[in-house]
T-cell receptor, first 114, second 115 residues
Framework: GESVGLHLPTLSVQEGDNSIINCAYS??????FIWYKQESGKGPQFIID?????DKRQGQRVTVLLNKTVKHLSLQIAATQPGDSAVYFC?????????????FGTGTQLKVEL | ETGVTQTPRHLVMGMTNKKSLKCEQH?????MYWYKQSAKKPLELMFV???????ENNSVPSRFSPECPNSSHLFLHLHTLQPEDSALYLC??????????????FGDGTRLSIL
C-alpha cells in the first residue's frame, strides 16, 4: 500500500545552523501535506501545511518545500534553536471516501547541539 | 495549548481492569480521532467520529470501545487489555471530516502501561 517515509531517522545540527528534514511520499493522489513536531511527553504539534498546488510555503523560521515530480517534501528550520529538538513527522492527506485521513511517517529525531 | 485536553496523562492498569480515557476539545471542531502511538512506529488511526457518529473503525480489537457523547468529548473505554496495548494514546480533532485542507490538532496523549 501507499506509505509516507522519512529519509533519516536522526538529524544532529549545531545551534544556529539551518536544519532540513526530508520526507518521501508515494501516494500520487495526496494533495495536502502537514508537518508536525512532537516534543518528549507531548502530542504532535502542527507546524505548517502545504497544498499540492503550491511548491513552497513559509512560516516563522520554517519553510516547507514540495516537489510533486519526485514526491518529496522537506521542512527547513532557520537558525535552529535548542527548543527545536523534537521528533518531526510529515503526514499526507488524501481522500478515501471517509474524508480527512492522515498517513504519518515514523518521524525524524532532530537533535540540536550547543 | 492545542485546545485538545486528554486525561489522565498516565495510566497503569492490570489486564483485568476496566478504565476509560477522556478527550475534550475546545476548538469547535466536528471530527474527533483516536490514535495509538507505539515506539518507532507511525501513528495508527483507531477510530474516527464525525458529528458524534463513528465513521471509521480500523480493525481495532473489541477490548477498545470508543464513545462520543457530543462533538466536544470523546472517550476510549478499555477492558481486558493485553501487554502489547501499552502505548501512547492520542486524541485529535479537526474542523470537518470532509475538509482535507485543515490539519488535525492533537492532545498530549495518555501514556498507558499494562501490567
Amino acid at each position: 500500500g501507499e506509505s509516507v517515509g522519512l529519509h533519516l531517522p536522526t538529524l544532529s545540527v549545531q545551534e544556529g545552523d539551518n536544519s532540513i528534514i526530508n520526507c518521501a511520499y508515494s501516494n500520487s493522489a495526496s494533495d495536502y501535506f502537514i508537518w508536525y513536531k512532537q516534543e518528549s511527553g507531548k502530542g504532535p504539534q502542527f507546524i505548517i501545511d502545504i497544498r499540492s498546488n503550491m511548491d513552497k510555503r513559509q512560516g516563522q523560521r520554517v519553510t516547507v518545500l514540495l516537489n510533486k515530480t519526485v514526491k518529496h517534501l522537506s521542512l527547513q528550520i532557520a537558525a535552529t534553536q535548542p527548543g527545536d529538538s523534537a521528533v518531526y513527522f510529515c503526514a499526507e492527506n488524501y481522500s478515501t471516501g471517509g474524508g480527512n485521513k492522515l498517513t504519518f511517517g515514523t518521524g525524524t529525531q532532530l537533535k540540536v547541539e550547543l | 495549548e492545542t485546545g485538545v485536553t486528554q486525561t489522565p496523562r498516565h495510566l497503569v492498569m492490570g489486564m483485568t481492569n476496566k478504565k476509560s480515557l477522556k478527550c475534550e476539545q475546545h476548538l469547535g471542531h466536528n471530527a474527533m480521532y483516536w490514535y495509538k502511538q507505539s515506539a518507532k512506529k507511525p501513528l495508527e488511526l483507531m477510530f474516527v467520529y464525525s458529528l458524534e457518529e463513528r465513521v471509521e473503525n480500523n480493525s481495532v480489537p473489541s477490548r477498545f470501545s470508543p464513545e462520543c457523547p457530543n462533538s466536544s468529548h470523546l472517550f476510549l473505554h478499555l477492558h481486558t487489555l493485553q501487554p502489547e496495548d501499552s502505548a501512547l494514546y492520542l486524541c485529535a480533532s479537526s474542523q470537518d471530516l470532509g475538509d482535507r485542507s485543515q490539519p488535525q490538532h492533537f492532545g498530549d496523549g495518555t501514556r498507558l502501561s499494562i501490567l
